[in-house]
């Protein structure tokens, strides 16, 4: 962190800003200019807010060299880190996983056709909502429980570990004994205490990037999550809102190599929330992988058109494995496998 007083500035302001730094065990060295004084301090200034340093009539401007995430930060894990979601490996050069299935648990038998479907087209795990966040209270709100036993049953048959959305902290056991992955949604990347409790939870946690939040703000919600102890993060791009109509949301496949650059994390793409179009789908899940995010996850429907929610951007079975057979040939141009 760099600090900027004014020359102005009494020496015992400074004394006293040294003084609280040195406190929080950093070390502070100064630097005497012409006009400006600069404090250059190191350690871990996490724990330090600039704002309140920045207050100060005498501090001209305060600017962090490093960024405000520990555990998350590739300076400090330069291995990638491998997530183990129920035995499917997510991250480093492992191979590039897909996850498949319906936007909302709609019925026993309609998930576990389509989990059958995923399956056989080569997916590595089932999605699907028991609880439902919806934009609108009349809309379709998900099965609850009884959505996530017929997730167990389809997980059961078909051997794909199961994802689905947490919402809320008294949830938290429901998940931990029955989930094999959860996720957190955009709405919820910023709740914090869901994101506390969610880092004293035993399993791996799929992070989804808020509707309008920058990078530096989704790694931070990790943080909140690894600070609590649970390590086992995977990031997820679901789109962000611009002003574009075309799309649902604007798919930001730039977060692919800067996630890999400042982050040891893995990264995986939702081309169907991003979109909204079951047809821009494909295309952007190629994209995603050539970018080399480290796996997918699709929506899929074997009946889009009377889907209880999300029907256009739901892929049919036949559209789903298209992408996963195009994506294994990018893939083997970039060395990976899917």
């Known amino acids: 962190m760099i600090i900027t007083m004014k020359k102005t500035a009494p020496q015992a302001e400074a004394d006293k800003i040294v003084k609280n730094l040195e406190a929080k065990g ?45 555990r998350a930060n590739r300076l400090f894990h330069e291995a990638d880190t491998v997530v183990d979601v129920s035995g499917v490996k997510v991250g480093g050069r492992e191979r590039i996983v897909v996850i498949g299935g319906p936007c909302s648990v709609e019925g026993r038998e309609p998930l576990l056709e389509i989990a059958r479907e995923v399956k056989a087209a080569g997916g590595s795990m089932l999605r699907g909502g028991a609880y439902k966040p919806r934009t609108s209270p009349y809309n379709f709100q998900g099965l609850g429980s009884e959505g996530i036993a017929y997730l167990r049953e389809a997980r059961e048959a078909t051997g794909l570990p199961i994802v689905s959305e947490l919402m809320s902290i008294d949830k938290i056991d429901e998940f931990e004994e029955n989930v094999d992955l959860v996720q957190i949604g955009a709405r919820n990347m910023q709740n914090f205490d869901l994101l506390k409790a969610v880092g004293k939870m035993h399993r791996p946690v799929l992070l989804k990037r808020g509707l309008a939040n920058t990078i ?21 791009e679901r789109g962000i809102r611009t002003f574009e109509k075309y799309t649902r949301n604007t798919l930001d496949l730039s977060v692919v190599p800067i996630i890999k650059q400042r982050s040891h994390l893995p990264i995986i793409i939702d081309p169907s929330h991003a979109t909204g179009n079951w047809q821009l789908v494909e295309s952007m899940s190629l994209a995603a992988i050539a970018a080399g995010a480290d796996g997918l996850i699709i929506e899929v429907h074997n009946d889009p058109e009377h889907a209880w929610s999300d029907g256009a951007q739901s892929l049919k079975p036949a559209n789903f494995r298209s992408v996963i057979e195009k994506g294994r040939k990018i893939a083997q141009v970039i060395g990976r496998d899917l």
Do not use: H
Request: charged share 20%.
């Open 216 to 236: 530096e703000e989704w790694i931070m919600a990790a943080e909140y999550i690894m600070d609590g102890g649970n390590e086992n993060v995977i990031f997820c």
């Open 26 to 70: 950093l070390s502070v060295t100064l630097i005497r200019g012409t006009d400006y004084n600069v404090f250059g301090v190191v350690g871990d200034t996490t724990g330090v807010d600039e704002k309140i340093i920045a207050a100060n009539p005498y501090v001209d401007n305060v600017q962090r060299v490093a960024a405000p995430y520990k």
